[in-house]
């Protein structure tokens, strides 16, 4: 589903019959981790190796309806897919709320450490309800609040994960540039070890809008304290493209 910021998705819909297609690599580095008692320890060790993962999603979402949109979205190697739903019920005086749902569908396999077992990758379902305030016309925030359940998959935890994410943008320039300063808060179990985690990160970045319909994203995201979750310091770069 579509997005206004850097993490969260904002309270309104694009527009009726309006077609948004986006393209967002993410890259990702962890040298430490916190464990159970939100201590940081190095991944193996020594402290000399990292851990570090890159990925490609492609999303293509549509105005199906005045207040709704529908999206799907796939990676690189077509391992995971999604499909999503947002529907706007509320918009006045700069407030609109909005409900989303979605599924996420696992293809392939994963491996599975320490024991190096190769196991399916899991499939989820999600539901998210979402909050936009727009304070003054250059100022606005996003709050989204939602939990996300494994359904289908190898060595499922037994609870799902909360998700809370906020973000704060300020438009400068005459609209070109929305500077950003967001948090997500995530909670839930592990599925390699089924040990309960948290995570908190910062997300700091900015949209610049190229023209009408081009928009590109760059966001920095530094993981700030977690409980049995590695440390996480990332790049995300996105280019969004609307047709009307």
Same mark, same amino acid.
């Given at each position: 589903?579509?997005?206004?910021?850097?993490?969260?998705?904002?309270?309104?819909?694009?527009?009726?019959?309006?077609?948004?297609?986006?393209?967002?690599?993410?890259?990702?580095?962890?040298?430490?981790?916190?464990?159970?008692?939100?201590?940081? +320890?190095?991944?193996?060790?020594?402290?000399?190796?990292?851990?570090?993962?890159?990925?490609?999603?492609?999303? %293509?979402?549509?105005?199906?309806?005045?207040?709704?949109?529908?999206?799907?979205?796939?990676?690189?190697?077509?391992?995971?897919?999604?499909?999503?739903?947002?529907? %706007?019920?509320?918009?006045?005086?700069?407030?609109?709320?909005?409900?989303?749902?979605?599924?996420?569908?696992?293809?392939?396999?994963?491996?599975?450490?320490?024991?190096?077992?190769?196991?399916?990758?899991?499939?989820?379902?999600?539901?998210?309800?979402?909050?936009?305030?727009?304070?003054?016309?250059?100022?606005?925030?996003?709050?989204? +609040?939602?939990?996300?359940?494994?359904?289908?998959?190898?060595?499922?935890?037994?609870?799902?994960?909360?998700?809370?994410?906020?973000?704060?943008?300020?438009?400068?320039?005459?609209?070109?540039?929305?500077?950003?300063?967001?948090?997500?808060?995530?909670?839930?179990?592990?599925?390699?070890?089924?040990?309960?985690?948290?995570?908190?990160?910062?997300?700091?970045?900015?949209?610049?809008?190229?023209?009408?319909?081009?928009?590109?994203?760059?966001? %920095?995201?530094?993981?700030?304290?977690?409980?049995?979750?590695?440390?996480?310091?990332?790049?995300?770069?996105?280019?969004?493209?609307? %047709?009307?």
């Amino acid at each position: 589903i579509s997005g206004s910021k850097l993490n969260s998705s904002c309270g309104e819909v694009i527009d009726h019959h309006s077609l948004e297609f986006e393209i967002l690599y993410a890259f990702e580095k962890s040298v430490t981790g916190w464990d159970s008692n939100g201590n940081l +320890a190095s991944l193996n060790g020594d402290g000399r190796q990292a851990a570090i993962g890159s990925d490609l999603i492609f999303r %293509m979402t549509f105005g199906a309806f005045r207040n709704t949109e529908i999206g799907a979205t796939v990676d690189k190697e077509a391992d995971e897919a999604s499909l999503g739903i947002k529907w %706007m019920p509320y918009r006045q005086s700069g407030i609109s709320l909005a409900v989303a749902g979605g599924i996420k569908f696992g293809f392939g396999e994963t491996l599975l450490h320490p024991d190096n077992e190769r196991i399916a990758v899991p499939s989820y379902v999600t539901t998210a309800l979402i909050l936009s305030r727009e304070i003054i016309p250059s100022v606005s925030f996003d709050l989204n +609040a939602g939990y996300t359940l494994p359904v289908t998959g190898d060595h499922l935890p037994s609870q799902g994960c909360l998700d809370i994410c906020f973000d704060c943008g300020w438009f400068l320039f005459d609209g070109k540039l929305q500077t950003v300063l967001g948090t997500d808060f995530r909670s839930g179990f592990s599925q390699e070890e089924h040990e309960r985690f948290s995570l908190l990160t910062l997300y700091p970045g900015i949209t610049v809008t190229t023209g009408r319909d081009f928009e590109i994203l760059v966001a %920095m995201p530094q993981d700030v304290y977690g409980i049995n979750h590695p440390k996480s310091r990332s790049v995300i770069c996105a280019l969004t493209l609307t %047709m009307r």
